[in-house]
């Protein structure tokens, strides 16, 4: 898409769609909430209103709950074999590579992120995810038990129920689908709570599990406020599991209501403030590459960032130098446009949140080496930060930002190192850039976090459990233990009489 950055916006070809679907979705119906009540949802490139969606509050929950709860009980979702369920899955992956343009458009549109990454990564990333689980909905099985006396037994492994999914804003779209993929799959029912920020992709693809034939009340999206719409999820009495991804704080709350109501599980993807331990044998340009886009893939909105960035001192000096050239070449601009490789934070208080922790580093006396500013009159754009000279007890260096904010600094041994990776927290991931297998192999098997990427960043894939150590929750999203969330594990015995052997 072609055109002028001017405030930020691209002035371009680019025409806002159609906003199709703005009601709740309960029952296999778009409906407005009990109390009629409606809330903006904010362009974040400019400030302004893209549309007013429906607001769902306890009332609203209930009756998707309700709704939820009469497919699973009685409807034909978790009673389809795995194969019919597999089949409805594949066509709704199909459908979401058909719709492809104008779900990349509601993400970046929505949330701030990049156009051209949307329609490369997240939408058929979503598509893949649903095909992967699709693939699992028919080997579902239990084992055969070998007991100990005169008894059969086996195990069978059946849907756990009625799930509340709490999405959060940053990765609409993906996490969507590494919620609801293996909840499908496993044959449950659920409510999805998107995030106030980002409603309108998840009320796009109601519509599409609807084309796709997923039963009414399977799939149910009820947007709203973390307060009442997520917390009337968070203590439903008739929800069977909860699965959140957000803030730790928030979590805790998740955690609390739902011990202190039917004590159901939850399955919590919390903060992180991600180590990145950048080894003296390594390529220093490739490695100021790795660690720039750590912290400023998706404007360092993700839960993974590598924020904090250890660099060993034969190299520190260098690497400085280059990352700083990196960071001020680095393009913030309209999502939009092509060009761009950052946009806006969410919303004003994400904007705000980042500027403040930017003063803060500043106040403990941390060096800004370069960047940290607001960009523009409109929207919420702003320039990549990169700290040095930073202490582990200063804010900027201790609290998740969830921004394009780096605390850079440099250590001596492998010693020390794994000592201030693990100076956290949180444990949700790290990274380790070396060419020595043995320091590869050490470091990670040190590091108390759930995901160690050597050599790379961001690597995902359908595949590979992701979730966290210590403050960074519990539970697993990606492979087939994030499957096993959403399923029970039910023990059959019967005695065995006569048998010639046990």
């Not at 009756?63 to 978790?78: E, S």
């Not at 028919?138 to 756990?160: F, N, W």
């Not at 190299?315 to 680095?330: C, P, T």
Request: charged share 25%.
């Amino acid at each position: 898409m072609e055109g002028s950055l001017s405030n930020g916006i691209c002035k371009s070809l680019f025409k806002m769609p159609e906003i199709k679907f703005t009601k709740l979705f309960i029952n296999g119906e778009f409906v407005e909430s009990v109390s009629g009540k409606t809330f903006e949802t904010i362009d974040p490139r400019t400030g302004e209103a893209i549309a007013r969606i429906a607001e769902g509050d306890k009332e609203d929950v209930d009756l998707a709950v309700k709704a939820a709860r009469q497919a699973f009980d009685h409807g034909p979702w978790p009673r389809f074999s795995g194969a019919e369920r597999r089949r409805i899955m594949l066509k709704f992956a199909d459908l979401i590579e058909e719709h492809a343009e104008v779900l990349a458009v509601l993400e970046a549109l929505d949330a701030g992120k990049l156009h051209s990454w949307a329609k490369m990564g997240d939408i058929p990333g979503a598509a893949n995810t649903l095909r992967y689980y699709a693939g699992a909905a028919d080997k579902i099985h239990g084992e055969v038990l070998k007991m100990s006396r005169a008894l059969q037994g086996y195990t069978l492994r059946e849907p756990i129920g009625v799930v509340g999914h709490i999405i959060p804003w940053n990765f609409p779209t993906t996490m969507f689908f590494m919620k609801v993929s293996p909840a499908l799959a496993a044959g449950c029912t659920m409510i999805v709570k998107p995030a106030e920020q980002t409603p309108l992709i998840a009320l796009y693809f109601a519509h599409l599990a609807k084309l796709a034939g997923v039963p009414d009340g399977v799939l149910n999206v009820v947007p709203g406020f973390g307060p009442t719409a997520g917390a009337a999820i968070a203590s439903h009495m008739d929800i069977d599991k909860v699965s959140f991804t957000g803030s730790t704080d928030v979590g805790r709350q998740v955690m609390q209501a739902a011990a202190k109501s039917n004590l159901k599980p939850v399955s919590l993807e919390l903060g992180g403030k991600s180590p990145l331990l950048i080894f003296d044998d390594v390529d220093v340009n490739t490695a100021a590459d790795m660690a720039l886009l750590g912290i400023l893939f998706n404007k360092g909105e993700i839960c993974v960032a590598s924020s904090r960035v250890y660099v060993q001192e034969g190299i520190y000096d260098e690497f400085e130098k280059k990352l700083v050239e990196k960071a001020k070449a680095w393009v913030v601009g309209d999502p939009f446009d092509p060009a761009v490789r950052q946009g806006p934070q969410v919303d004003k208080k994400q904007f705000d949140r980042i500027l403040s922790y930017i003063e803060h580093g500043k106040r403990e006396g941390a060096t800004l080496l370069t960047g940290g500013k607001p960009i523009g009159k409109k929207g919420y754009y702003i320039e990549p930060a990169i700290f040095t000279n930073v202490k582990e007890d200063m804010l900027i260096a201790k609290n998740e930002i969830f921004g394009p904010v780096m605390a850079l600094m440099k250590f001596k041994t492998v010693e020390e190192a794994i000592k201030s990776a693990n100076n956290t927290r949180y444990g949700l991931a790290a990274g380790i850039m070396t060419k020595d297998l043995n320091v590869a192999n050490t470091v990670s098997r040190s590091i108390r976090a759930g995901i160690i990427w050597i050599n790379c960043y961001f690597a995902f894939d359908s595949d590979c459990p992701y979730g966290g150590y210590k403050m960074s929750g519990f539970g697993r999203d990606c492979g087939l233990e994030s499957l096993h969330n959403y399923l029970q594990v039910k023990s059959v015995v019967t005695p065995i009489f006569n048998s010639p052997w046990l």
